[in-house]
Nanobody, 116 residues
């Protein structure tokens, strides 16, 4: 089993910055994808950013240039730095670790609220 513990998030004004951290523990394989999804009220969960153990990164177009994902291999931690936050970034953000389409794990979610 894999456990994901998230921290960060909170309330920030539009244009501000926040950071999210997620640490994975348990029986972790050597190769995986780890990243962040978000779900706004009334909307489907969507992938925001993801990084592989090889260092490849993916960003949704809506956050490209504003969000940065990094990975600390020694403790299986990923950090999502969010800058120039917009009202539409308001959502519950979920950490995800995936080995493949079937084997994936989720964090409990952390609220990010951007106010005007």
């Amino acid at each position: 089993q894999v456990q994901l513990v998230e921290s960060g998030g909170g309330l920030v004004q539009s244009g501000g910055s926040l950071g999210l951290s997620c640490t994975a523990s348990g029986n972790i394989l050597s190769s995986y994808l780890m990243g962040w999804y978000r779900q706004a009220p009334g909307k489907q969960r969507e992938l925001v950013a993801r990084i592989s153990t090889g260092g490849s990164k993916y960003y949704d177009d809506s956050v490209l240039g504003r969000f940065t994902i990094t990975r600390h291999a020694n403790n299986n931690t990923v950090i999502l730095q969010m800058h120039s936050l917009k009202l539409e970034d308001t959502a519950v953000y979920y950490c995800n670790l995936a080995y493949d389409l079937i084997r994936e794990y989720w964090g409990q979610g952390t609220q990010v609220t951007v106010s005007s």
